[in-house]
């Protein structure tokens, strides 16, 4: 595969890294980075040099397909091991899955698996550990490589204890992240540079008319750092009048626009 400069970067920082510790390191990878080919990149590298097995995980069967897809464009072949997906083959030596999949059958992933690839890293969950613990108890020399365009939870702090991008080597304190998972940030690259690059459209904002928009006051955090599922349907579920008048504004606002993407609550 073709990879851009920065990501033969980040695809080198990984590899070096994998070459001397086996500790998990992160690589911060703005949204539109192409984390998809990147982790492809990574994982057709330890499979040729260790001969072992990867694992890819991501949280959602769309995600999942995802990134199975752009490996396999590259001619190489791969599993999906996710029930969402429909799927439970660990048969070729990349495997695209979802957390939970994996950790109901985890007696399927054991020594021929040399490294865990992790997409969306900022929510590497105590499902993903359990995994990355059990794979590890039969292979000590397993390397977990993370990827996500946020290193941060709110309420820990940044995922991440060392940041190697920074020179010196700078060590996080106890004010900036709390038990982080992740030993070391190996590499960055932000929106802004890939806008500069020419690789993504610079940003433009506009504002709802009238202040037509939801009340969001009342959203609270739960123990994980995230919104809290009740607090999220109070604000946005049951407001079908105010969200039409929001989707005729966006529709209004979108007249000469190719494309239009929309985020959702739930």
Known sequence: MKLRQYQQDAVESAIDWMKKCTEPALLELATGAGKSWIAAAIAQWIHET????VLVLQPSKELTEQNFSKYVSTGKKAS???ASAGSKCTRHNVVYATPKTVLNSISRFGD???AVIIDEA???TPTIKQIIDSIRAKNPML???GMTATPYRMGTGYIYQFDQTHTPVKR???DETISAFYHSLLYKIHTRELIEMGFLTDAHTDTATNQIHYNTDNLTLN???QF???SVEQAFVGQGRLTSQIVADVVSHAANRKGVMLFAAT
């Open 172 to 174: 996080l304190s106890e």
């Open 143 to 145: 390397r977990v490589i």
């Open 50 to 53: 260790s001969k072992k097995k």
């Open 228 to 230: 809290d599922a009740k």
């Open 112 to 114: 021929s698996f040399g």
């Open 223 to 225: 123990k994980m750092g």
């Open 80 to 82: 999906i091991f996710s």
């Open 122 to 124: 900022h929510q590497t």
